[in-house]
């Protein structure tokens, strides 16, 4: 079993960092609190990487992206030791996996070009949206040009037609 880089022994309510560093619950926190001015940005004990324990108020973040909010301390589950993976005898049954590899392998390649096209045509989609907003966008500011060129004229003859009837 693996043990934590602080107390050197198996691990007890395994946490992570985002570093991806594994420590006992009780040790990361012990650390956390021995700093004695408190702060929210921490380092990890191995790589120092930094990281923050204060948390993310929900009420800040859109609801369709709480499903993403995680802990930057997040409690682990680690299974025992795996199970070695099965051995394939005889010729016939590698040959069935092989076949099986293979449809896998070649199902998997579909899905890629799939999602390759997809994402060229939301490219391409996203272009074209912004050529769009800049044409508009060059056509609001042409008509508030004309617009402000008309009111200008406007005054000018305005003042003419006052000072006529003033003469």
């Not at 099965?86 to 799939?114: D, F, P, Y």
């Not at 000018?156 to 006052?162: C, D, E, N, T, W």
Request: charged share 25%.
């Amino acid at each position: 079993m693996q043990s934590c880089d602080i107390c050197s022994e198996e691990f007890q309510c395994p946490v992570a960092l985002p570093c991806g560093h594994v420590y006992c619950n009780n040790c990361i926190f012990r650390a956390i609190d021995a700093i004695k001015e408190y702060s929210t940005l921490h380092t990890c004990p191995t790589c120092r990487t930094r990281y923050t324990v204060a948390s993310i108020d929900p009420a800040t973040v859109p609801p369709h992206l709480h499903l993403h909010i995680t802990p930057s301390v997040r409690q682990l589950h680690l299974d025992g030791p795996s199970k070695s993976p099965r051995r394939i005898s005889s010729t016939t049954e590698i040959a069935v996996e092989n076949g099986r590899l293979n449809a896998e392998n070649s199902a998997l390649r579909v899905n890629c070009e799939m999602w390759r096209k997809r994402a060229e045509t939301h490219g391409a989609a996203i272009l074209s949206l912004l050529n769009a907003a800049r044409i508009a966008k060059e056509q609001v500011s042409k008509t508030e040009r004309e617009r402000n060129e008309l009111q200008n004229q406007c005054e000018i003859l305005k003042r003419r037609l006052s000072s006529a009837y003033d003469q």
